[in-house]
């Protein structure tokens, strides 16, 4: 069975300084990974997906993620957050039955101005 | 293109009540996915669709069930409303395979 866990449900930051949300996944076969955004009365935005390659995914708004297969873990990080970036995140395993995401319990991040 | 959008986008029921969610995907995308958003719960699969017919389902009773029509639109039906119901409901589509999925604004539900 496949599980995807973040271990905090909260994350504050202050603008302008560096951002790092966690996420570590359990999966048998090859890990396919997903970084989702949801502001509030909204639905998912999709920021970027590690299939294969290079460990370093470069997505939308400036986030990419750190693909780890030795710490199992696709932490999603951005240089210098923004107020605007404050919202709920969620990290997904796609696995076996690629369109069955399995998501993370999220983790709220609040950027403070 | 347009986005994924779901129809109604709000609903109140009350228990015993059935209903019906409408999701329409982004043009040329025939794979169509439900999940249930909850408090409690968080975000959980309920089915995939992919060219009419279902290829992935959770673990969820039959109360839950879907369909996809030939234009690759997809309605998610829930029979016999209970309170534990109530939740956001967000329908996804992608081209299938290894693609990404994106998501509609979704359909909040109130059972009373």
């Known amino acids: 069975a496949q599980s995807v866990a973040q271990p905090e449900d909260q994350v504050n930051v202050a603008e302008g300084n560096p951002l790092t949300v966690k996420c570590t996944y359990s999966?048998?076969?090859?890990?396919?990974l997903f970084w989702y955004v949801q502001y509030p009365n909204r639905g998912l935005q999709f920021l970027l997906k590690y299939i294969t390659g290079d460990n370093l995914v470069k997505g939308s708004y400036g986030f990419e993620a750190e693909f780890n297969k030795s710490q199992t873990s696709f932490h999603l990080k951005k240089p210098s957050a923004l107020v605007s970036d404050s919202a709920l995140y969620f990290c997904?395993?796609?696995?076996?039955?690629?369109?069955?995401?399995?998501f993370g319990t999220g983790t709220r991040l609040l950027v403070s101005p | 293109k347009a986005g994924v959008t779901q129809t109604p986008r709000y609903l109140i029921k009350t228990r015993g009540q059935q209903v019906t969610l409408s999701c329409s995907p982004i043009s040329g995308h025939r794979s169509v996915s439900w999940y249930q958003q909850t408090p409690g719960q968080g975000l959980q699969f309920l089915f995939e669709?992919?060219?009419?017919?279902?290829?992935n389902k959770g673990n969820f009773p039959g109360r839950f069930s879907g369909r996809q029509f030939s234009n690759s639109r997809s309605e998610m039906n829930v029979s016999t409303l209970e309170l534990g119901d109530s939740a956001l409901y967000l329908c996804?589509?992608?081209?299938?395979?290894?693609?990404?999925?994106?998501f509609g604004p979704g359909t909040r539900l109130l059972v009373l």
């Open positions: 996804a589509s992608s081209l299938g395979g290894y693609e990404t999925q994106y």
């Open positions: 997904a395993s796609g696995g076996t039955g690629f369109q069955k995401l399995v």
């Open positions: 669709y992919f060219s009419e017919t279902q290829r």
């Open positions: 999966v048998s076969g090859n890990p396919y």
